[in-house]
């Protein structure tokens, strides 16, 4: 098997299907004798709608955590920032939320991505560390669909990491709205 069929795999179901196999673990794989990629346990799917879709993935564009306008609409949009924070509220949530997004997007913004590299996966857990330590944090935030994608994609990372996969990235890109 190529290592990269379970990127393909779960980037199609996001950018073609809007759908995710949400349950990303090395049992629910299997390769066939033709060297196909067999998958079970479909008893976590989770649909992605386009209310979250559109701007979860505008924030996986390699420019977008650059225009703070947009970055900021697409947090709203996520119920990241609510409508209730103060200024020092957004200011602090925006500055963290974009350190986040700039972390878990980087194999979205790059075309060529190598999960077998620990630093990557030293820094996935040194945030989340230092986020467990916020207070600001113990409140979750963020439309529901944030646990499934993130679940799904960390535990995708996770595989190909174990796998030492270096994958081509950029084969089913996001969809953005014109």
């Not at 649909?47 to 609409?73: G, H, I, M, R, W």
């Not at 979750?140 to 595989?159: C, D, E, Q, W």
Request: charged residues 25%.
């Amino acid at each position: 098997m190529k290592k990269y069929f379970l990127y393909y795999f779960y980037n199609f179901q996001e950018h073609e299907l809007r759908a995710v196999h949400a349950d990303p673990h090395p049992g629910n794989f299997l390769i066939t004798e033709e060297g196909k990629l067999g998958i079970i346990d479909f008893g976590c799917i989770k649909v992605l709608p386009d209310d979250f879709y559109y701007p979860f993935f505008s924030l996986a564009a390699k420019e977008a955590l650059n225009d703070e306008a947009e970055t900021l609409q697409a947090f709203r949009d996520l119920e990241m920032i609510l409508p209730g924070d103060s200024p020092q509220q957004i200011e602090f949530y925006f500055r963290n939320f974009s350190e986040m997004i700039n972390l878990f997007t980087k194999p979205y913004t790059n075309s060529i991505f190598d999960f077998s590299k620990k630093e990557f996966f030293e820094q996935i857990y040194a945030y989340g560390e230092k986020m467990a330590k916020m207070p600001e944090f113990k409140q979750a935030r963020g439309v529901k669909h944030f646990i499934y994608i993130n679940r799904t994609n960390f535990g995708l990372y996770s595989i190909l990491h174990e796998l030492n996969a270096t994958v081509r990235t950029d084969t089913f890109p996001p969809h953005f709205k014109k």
